[in-house]
């Protein structure tokens, strides 16, 4: 009889409960489960077909950095969606394009790049891009570069050999990394407009090449190249590789030795071979370090161990010797 009326007791509880429907509580006990449990519901997981267009649209910059620094999640320490596209200023007033300064007005806080879809171009945006600095390119094909590069960088179409095209990409240039052909007018121009430092990356004598997504190294090789910069009359410094190999740097110590020629001095490694990210490393440690006049050296493995730190440190004995 106890029996019977406590079940006739619960029965008229769940009654009441159903009537009223499930209590707040039950009713979502996670409003985020919920909300993807209807999207996985109403969408689905991504297909494997999906996923692979995904991947396949990021670009060549997005992918290398995920390599070099360990993947997606660290990117946004190194700046990504700091960069303000649509000018900055007044929220609200980013569609109000701001006048274009003359060249003259234009402040020279940038680094240009020259023949920047190479494979060594490549690798220097990308140091440089690491390093926070603020970039232009010069490159044939500016849609090809925003795809790569993304917002990192600001490219600029043209090529060394036109004037124009040369003006143009010097405009807020302080620092300039000649990484292909010389030309006929890109130094005369740059020391015109008063950049203070050219970089020179060179496999003169040595070895080493590859492919970019749109261009080669073999201009590296031309030994013309040194020549030019050092008639040019700016501070210039010449990073001599005696061989050049694809593969990931940063894993071994880096020996320099003034004014060496390139291929002929030893190291850690086959001829002291370095990878062409640890190449890219030290031309972007040199740029704060511009020499009085100009200064040339080779850059070889040394054995096990890491690239220089403090490169202002590791590169004092050459600027005290230039």
Same mark, same amino acid.
């Given at each position: 009889?106890?029996?019977?009326?406590?079940?006739?007791?619960?029965g008229?509880?769940?009654?009441? @409960?159903?009537?009223?429907?499930?209590?707040?509580?039950?009713?979502?006990?996670?409003?985020?489960?919920?909300?993807?449990?209807?999207?996985?519901?109403?969408?689905?997981a991504?297909?494997?077909?999906?996923?692979?267009a995904?991947?396949?649209? @990021? %670009?060549?910059?997005?992918?290398?950095?995920?390599?070099?620094?360990?993947?997606?999640?660290? @990117?946004?320490w190194?700046?990504?969606?700091?960069?303000?596209?649509?000018?900055?200023?007044?929220?609200?007033?980013?569609?109000?394009?701001?006048?274009?300064?003359?060249?003259?007005?234009?402040? @020279?806080?940038?680094?240009?790049?020259?023949?920047?879809?190479?494979?060594?171009?490549?690798?220097?945006?990308?140091?440089?891009?690491?390093?926070?600095?603020?970039?232009?390119?010069?490159?044939?094909?500016?849609?090809?570069?925003a795809?790569?590069?993304?917002?990192?960088?600001?490219?600029?179409?043209?090529?060394?050999?036109?004037?124009?095209?040369?003006?143009?990409?010097?405009?807020?240039?302080?620092?300039?990394?000649?990484?292909?052909?010389?030309?006929?007018?890109?130094?005369?121009?740059?020391?015109?407009?008063?950049?203070?430092?050219v970089?020179?990356?060179?496999?003169?004598?040595?070895?080493?090449?590859?492919?970019?997504?749109?261009?080669?190294?073999?201009?590296?090789?031309?030994?013309?190249?040194?020549?030019?910069?050092?008639?040019?009359?700016?501070?210039?410094?010449?990073?001599?590789?005696?061989?050049?190999?694809?593969?990931?740097? %940063?894993?071994?110590?880096?020996?320099?030795?003034?004014?060496?020629?390139?291929?002929?001095?030893?190291?850690?490694?086959?001829?002291?071979?370095?990878?062409?990210?640890?190449?890219?490393?030290?031309?972007?440690?040199?740029?704060?370090?511009?020499?009085?006049?100009?200064?040339?050296?080779?850059?070889?493995?040394?054995?096990?161990?890491?690239?220089?730190?403090?490169?202002?440190?590791?590169?004092?004995?050459?600027?005290?010797?230039?």
């Open positions: 009889m106890v029996t019977a009326a406590r079940s006739t007791a619960a008229a509880a769940l009654t009441g @409960r159903q009537a009223r429907g499930p209590s707040p509580l039950h009713r979502h006990p996670c409003p985020h489960h919920s909300r993807r449990t209807v999207f996985s519901r109403s969408f689905g991504p297909s494997p077909n999906r996923r692979a995904e991947v396949s649209v @990021r %670009g060549l910059g997005d992918r290398m950095l995920d390599f070099i620094e360990g993947g997606p999640k660290l @990117r946004k190194y700046g990504q969606g700091e960069r303000p596209t649509d000018g900055g200023g007044v929220p609200g007033q980013g569609s109000q394009p701001e006048p274009v300064p003359e060249p003259s007005d234009v402040p @020279r806080d940038s680094v240009l790049v020259t023949d920047a879809e190479s494979p060594t171009g490549q690798a220097i945006v990308l140091q440089l891009i690491l390093g926070r600095q603020k970039v232009r390119v010069l490159v044939k094909n500016t849609q090809a570069a795809k790569e590069y993304g917002p990192y960088v600001t490219p600029v179409s043209g090529d060394v050999s036109s004037i124009p095209d040369v003006k143009r990409a010097l405009e807020g240039a302080r620092v300039v990394v000649v990484a292909g052909k010389v030309g006929p007018h890109l130094l005369a121009t740059a020391k015109a407009v008063g950049v203070e430092h970089l020179l990356p060179s496999l003169a004598g040595g070895q080493g090449g590859g492919f970019g997504f749109f261009g080669s190294d073999s201009a590296l090789r031309d030994a013309s190249r040194e020549a030019a910069a050092a008639a040019a009359g700016i501070p210039h410094t010449i990073v001599r590789a005696a061989a050049v190999v694809d593969r990931p740097g %940063g894993d071994c110590q880096l020996s320099f030795s003034a004014g060496s020629p390139a291929g002929k001095s030893g190291g850690g490694g086959k001829s002291g071979e370095i990878s062409r990210e640890d190449l890219a490393r030290v031309v972007v440690g040199a740029l704060e370090c511009p020499p009085a006049d100009g200064l040339t050296f080779t850059v070889t493995a040394a054995g096990p161990g890491g690239p220089p730190e403090d490169w202002e440190e590791a590169l004092r004995p050459l600027l005290s010797a230039s």
